[in-house]
């Protein structure tokens, strides 16, 4: 029999009186002053007793009386003291033995539950001690851990000295690292503490060591019930129910969020430390020097992850947390605005739809709609230095915002994102919610609803697309769409195509970003936001699709004006390839468009990986300005990149950038913008660096 009053009193008991775990609160929250309610949730512990062969089942009554008879008394009175004390070897071993490995409690002491080893006496004192062994964290004290970081610091240095020219060995370095080795061995020693105390003051609560697995597992099961509660309130809000769970609860998982349950992490160490199974010294100290053998160098062990992670030899741990989401609910994002922008301003030219779209999902706004779902309620998060202040934790909240975009997205696609975001944005104003959701159809396909290829029998200009047609495998339905796609700025306005591409450009490229971005998350499961940020740039930037845009041979099909134009760059390339995604957007729909990328882009990824196309000159740069960062420096310089001047006409600017490292100038470079202007200069920096090593290593050859 178990009454939920008996279960509230025993959780209370075990969890705030034995284990003091005051944050491990079952009662709703929000609850109105006066309103008294129950535990969300009644923890029922199942305690058995062996009896003549059976097994019998406790109630919740009998399990109280057993913990009230257990604390009415100490654990030995005084005279039990006296007594105990003068027994032999044997009949003291005897009568301790059944306290062995208990929890035992004394309110006195701050913690009050301690785990009691074995028992020792002292005849002449007439007094019985318990003895606790614990094992301390494994970092070292401050003043030692200074005094290590400097010594290793010297080794660093002498490593290439460790024999002298005689081949004798280097006495500076083997009385430095001889000094390094003891003062880990003192540090090591200290770790083991032993408690040897009285017993008196302290009553015996009738648990065991393995009652602290028990607690940590209920802790975390009730952390996930409750925070599901919380996913089901959240989903009534948004009015979407998801299929799996586990997208958004990631989605509200920031990085900072360290699993705690709500019960401080120091403390639950100590319960275990204290109360938990004693752990075997010879183990620890196996493990300890199984990750001495495994330390790299600090200065290249983040750039060789990199390259590992990047190139698929690692598997790298599961990131748990919502960065990788907020990477893929920001094209997300991005996408449902230039789409009802792009319907509902169809007189807007690229840069003023630009604009708009900047202030929709600029961080303030999308904080602003995080706050409106009540999402600042659900974020977990760490109370620390990098979200104390107001501007840092509305980035948190416009970030979880993107989150759960990108996971209702993963989890039903863009029409439930859609619908949720326009909820978000103008739940207040219905009339401009009104707007909002009703979008136009494009104006060449509201003047065929029914499609339009009927016009390429009599239009040479739109019967020329049927051969690209033919070559792709796409059939567009507007075909007038197509030829629209193909049609430059110069091209003067016409009724055939309505206008040039520009808008269909910056359409596509909020298209080409998602699905990109969407095959990225999917297919590299381990990959960090700044790893997958890396290859996606590699596959969208202008040199892809300019490669993409000549082996399509698009540039057949572009639409010229009468008078001779110039022949197209990289970027128009790129643009016309844009073009053609929105284009396909608009009149199939984003699958088709998926499958185009699919099979034209995604491929290409694998040589991307292979050749290192991903890493840049500016990236590469960077990484060789960290491999040259000291020993245990948490800020290391970096590469700054200046503008030194510009030169030439307001249409044929020329830009000169300098790259400086710790105040010196590497090397300069010139283009027509700052950005390739600044990549000229890295790739010149490398090739001096890379002339200045080649130098060295033939210097030193020629010596040895």
């Known amino acids: 029999c178990f009454a939920p009053e008996d279960c509230d009193d025993l959780q209370e008991y075990i969890f705030h009186e034995i284990f003091e775990m005051m944050n491990f609160q079952l009662r709703p929250k929000h609850v109105p002053a006066g309103i008294e309610t129950c535990p969300m949730i009644h923890i029922m512990p199942r305690f058995e007793c062996f009896k003549d062969g059976l097994v019998h089942l406790w109630s919740s009554k009998?399990?109280?009386?057993?913990?009230?008879?257990?604390?009415?008394?100490?654990?030995?009175?005084?005279?039990?003291?006296?007594?105990?004390?003068?027994?032999?070897?044997?009949e003291f071993t005897r009568n301790t033995g059944r306290l062995k490995?208990?929890?035992?409690?004394?309110?006195?002491?701050?913690?009050?539950?301690?785990r009691a080893d074995w028992f020792e006496r002292d005849a002449d004192k007439r007094e019985v001690y318990f003895v606790h062994n614990a094992i301390r964290s494994a970092s070292y004290p401050i003043g030692i851990a200074a005094r290590i970081a400097k010594l290793e610091n010297t080794l660093n240095k002498l490593k290439n000295e460790k024999r002298n020219s005689y081949g004798m060995p280097n006495p500076e370095y083997e009385a430095t690292k001889l000094e390094m080795d003891k003062l880990k061995e003192e540090a090591r020693a200290a770790r083991i503490l032993k408690l040897r105390e009285p017993v008196a003051g302290y009553i015996d609560t009738g648990l065991k060591p393995d009652v602290v697995a028990h607690i940590a597992m209920v802790t975390i099961a009730c952390h996930h019930?409750?925070?599901?509660?919380?996913?089901?309130?959240?989903?009534?809000?948004?009015?979407?129910?998801?299929?799996?769970r586990r997208?958004?609860?990631?989605?509200?998982?920031?990085?900072?969020?360290?699993?705690?349950?709500?019960?401080?992490?120091?403390?639950?160490?100590?319960?275990?430390?204290?109360?938990?199974?004693?752990?075997?010294?010879?183990?620890?100290?196996?493990?300890?020097?199984?990750?001495?053998?495994?330390?790299?160098?600090?200065?290249?062990?983040g750039i060789v992850s990199l390259f590992n992670i990047m190139g698929g030899e690692i598997d790298g741990e599961p990131i748990l947390h919502n960065e990788r989401l907020e990477y893929l609910g920001d094209a997300v994002v991005e996408l449902i605005t230039s789409h009802h922008l792009f319907f509902m301003l169809p007189h807007h030219f690229e840069g003023g739809l630009a604009t708009y779209r900047t202030a929709l999902v600029q961080n303030r706004n999308l904080a602003k709609l995080a706050k409106s779902c009540r999402m600042d309620e659900m974020l977990q998060f760490a109370h620390g230095a990098d979200l104390i202040?107001?501007?840092?934790?509305?980035?948190?909240?416009?970030?979880?915002?993107?989150?759960?975009?990108?996971?209702?997205?993963?989890?039903?696609?863009?029409?439930?994102?859609?619908?949720?975001?326009?909820?978000?944005?103008?739940?207040?104003?219905?009339?401009?919610?009104?707007i909002w959701d009703h979008c136009n159809e494009h104006e060449l396909k509201r003047e065929d609803p029914l499609g339009d290829r009927e016009l390429s029998q009599i239009t040479p200009a739109l019967a020329s697309f049927h051969e690209l047609e033919r070559r792709l495998g796409i059939q567009?339905?507007?075909?007038?769409?197509?030829?629209?796609?193909?049609?430059?700025?110069?091209?003067?306005?016409?009724?055939?195509?309505?206008?040039?591409?520009?808008?269909?450009?910056?359409?596509?490229?909020?298209v080409l970003q998602l699905l990109i971005s969407d095959f990225l998350y999917k297919n590299f499961p381990n990959h960090h936001e700044g790893h997958m940020s890396l290859l996606r740039t590699s596959l969208v930037s202008n040199q892809t699709q300019s490669v993409v845009c000549d082996d399509?041979?698009?540039?057949?099909?572009?639409?010229?004006?009468?008078?001779?134009?110039?022949?197209?760059?990289?970027?128009?390339?790129?643009?016309?390839?844009?073009?053609?995604?929105?284009?396909?957007?608009?009149?199939?729909?984003i699958e088709h468009c998926r499958a185009f990328v699919r099979i034209v882009f995604c491929p290409r990824l694998r040589h991307f990986i292979e050749s290192e196309q991903w890493n840049d000159a500016k990236s590469h740069l960077q990484q060789w300005c960290l491999a040259m960062r000291k020993s245990r420096n948490e800020m290391p310089a970096m590469p700054e990149y200046r503008v030194l001047g510009i030169e030439?006409?307001?249409?044929?600017?020329?830009?000169?950038?300098?790259?400086?490292?710790?105040?010196?100038?590497?090397?300069?470079?010139?283009?027509?913008?700052?950005?390739?202007?600044?990549?000229?200069?890295?790739?010149?920096?490398?090739?001096?660096?890379?002339?200045?090593?080649?130098?060295?290593?033939n210097s030193k050859s020629k010596t040895g």
């Open 62 to 90: 009998t399990v109280l009386a057993y913990f009230l008879s257990k604390g009415g008394s100490p654990l030995f009175d005084k005279e039990e003291v006296s007594s105990h004390s003068r027994l032999n070897d044997e």
């Open 101 to 114: 490995q208990s929890i035992i409690l004394n309110t006195q002491f701050k913690p009050s539950a301690v």
């Open 225 to 244: 019930i409750r925070y599901n509660f919380s996913i089901s309130v959240f989903e009534e809000i948004i009015q979407y129910q998801f299929n799996d």
């Open 247 to 301: 997208l958004i609860e990631l989605a509200f998982i920031h990085s900072s969020f360290r699993t705690s349950y709500g019960t401080p992490i120091d403390h639950v160490k100590n319960i275990v430390n204290n109360c938990g199974y004693r752990r075997k010294y010879g183990t620890e100290e196996k493990r300890e020097k199984k990750k001495v053998l495994k330390i790299t160098p600090q200065q290249v062990a």
């Open 389 to 434: 202040n107001e501007a840092d934790f509305k980035h948190a909240l416009a970030n979880s915002f993107e989150a759960v975009m990108a996971a209702v997205y993963l989890d039903g696609g863009l029409g439930p994102c859609d619908i949720i975001f326009s909820k978000a944005m103008y739940e207040n104003d219905p009339e401009l919610k009104q």
């Open 476 to 510: 567009f339905n507007n075909i007038r769409l197509l030829a629209k796609a193909f049609t430059r700025r110069n091209v003067p306005n016409n009724d055939l195509t309505k206008g040039h591409n520009q808008r269909l450009e910056w359409l596509g490229d909020s």
């Open 552 to 589: 399509l041979g698009f540039l057949e099909f572009v639409i010229k004006p009468p008078h001779r134009v110039p022949e197209l760059k990289v970027k128009d390339k790129a643009d016309l390839v844009e073009a053609f995604i929105g284009a396909l957007y608009v009149d199939s729909g």
């Open 648 to 697: 030439g006409p307001t249409n044929n600017r020329i830009f000169r950038v300098g790259v400086y490292f710790r105040g010196e100038r590497l090397s300069t470079g010139a283009a027509s913008n700052v950005h390739k202007a600044e990549l000229k200069a890295a790739e010149s920096a490398l090739a001096d660096l890379e002339s200045v090593s080649a130098s060295r290593g």
